[in-house]
Structure formats: structure tokens, C-alpha cells
């Protein structure tokens, strides 16, 4: 069983910072690529910024120069630095992981529960 559990959501004004972390645990051989997604009230599920096993990152345009997304290989942790947050950055934010499995050895993607950004003054 293979499960990422995100944290560091919450409140923040417009123009304010917030850190989300999001750890994998469980009977991991390996993470590969990590990602955040985010889902606003009444819309789709949108990706915001992935990034490799090996650092490589991209961004949807909207956050670009905003939000930096890194990773911490030896705990199988991601996080998002988001700055200059404005209210159309509110929504759920999801991770994503694509994980090979110990055992089998398979990959699996799986996704965290979520965690709820508001940007309101």
C-alpha cells in the first residue's frame, strides 16, 4: 500500500506566501515524477507543476514566476512554494505521484486527499 499524504494548506491573503509538502509512504522501491493539480470550485482538475526524479520541472503558465515546485528524493517528499498568491489560486491541491511499487515492482499513480488553499482578504 502506497499513500501521499499533503500538508500546509489554509487561509492567506492576497499577495501572501503559503508551503505545501506532500509526503509518499508505504512499500515504495522508487517515486518518479511528483506533480500538483489543483481543483477550483465548479472546474476541472488542472495540473499546476511537475517535476522528475531528477529535478526537471514545468509549470502551468499561470503560476510561472509564482510557485516553485522541488522535491526531497531521500524522504519522497514534494512541495510547492507558492508566492504572490491571488484569489483565482484558491482551490483544492492535489499531489500525484507516479510510484513503483516494492514487490511487484510496478508503477502505480496515486494521489493525495487533498488540501484546501483559500486566498481571500
Known amino acids: 500500500q502506497v499513500q501521499l499524504v499533503e500538508s500546509g494548506g489554509g487561509l492567506v491573503q492576497p499577495g501572501g506566501s503559503l508551503r505545501l509538502s506532500c509526503a509518499a509512504s508505504?512499500?515504495?522501491?522508487?517515486?518518479?515524477?511528483m506533480a500538483w493539480y489543483r481543483q477550483a470550485p465548479g472546474k476541472q482538475r488542472e495540473l499546476v507543476a511537475t517535476i522528475t526524479r531528477g529535478g526537471r520541472t514545468n509549470y502551468e503558465d499561470s503560476v510561472k514566476g509564482r510557485f516553485t515546485i522541488s522535491r526531497d528524493n531521500a524522504n519522497n517528499t514534494v512541495y510547492l512554494q507558492m508566492n504572490s498568491l491571488k484569489p483565482e489560486d484558491t482551490a483544492v491541491y492535489y499531489c500525484n505521484a507516479d510510484v513503483v511499487v516494492r514487490g511487484p515492482y510496478t508503477n502505480r499513480e496515486v494521489w493525495g486527499q487533498g488540501t484546501l488553499v483559500t486566498v481571500s482578504s
Open positions: 508505504g512499500s515504495i522501491f522508487r517515486v518518479n515524477a
